[in-house]
């Protein structure tokens, strides 16, 4: 078995885990799952019953950086206090993203976005700190749901 990375997000899944480190590979470069350990069918307590099959410890690779995941049934979800950012090197690269990642309309604004999975991740340009110097630019930046960098170049 490799070693863990120093310091890895762990990602809590009702019963997606699978399906999200299938769709999280599909959608990074330079990803892959590492190793998927299954709760076995015997001797499971009553909270998670139903689960054998499901996920108990999924690691997972996304564009160079390891991840882990589980399927823990509905007693912890997903919120807006944690996201990850998906520094981008221009427009089509955030066109990208967001085609792939933005599933909740309702949560879009500033470059962030929530996917299918209740996961929230922040597409940005890499030079956003460069793009958002001056208050005419910050303030294209709040009316914007994804980034678009044209507009905050002309700001």
Known sequence: MAELAPIQPCLWFEDQAR????YYVDVFPNSRIVEVVEYPAESLDEHFRGMAGKVVNGRFVLNGVEFTCLDGGPLFTFNESISFIVSCADQAEIDHYWSRLSHVPDAEQCGWCKDQ???SWQILPANMNELTRRPEQIQVMMQQKKVVIAEL???
């Open 153 to 155: 170049e002309q700001a």
């Open 19 to 22: 399906a999200a480190m299938d």
């Open 117 to 119: 999975f209740g996961v």
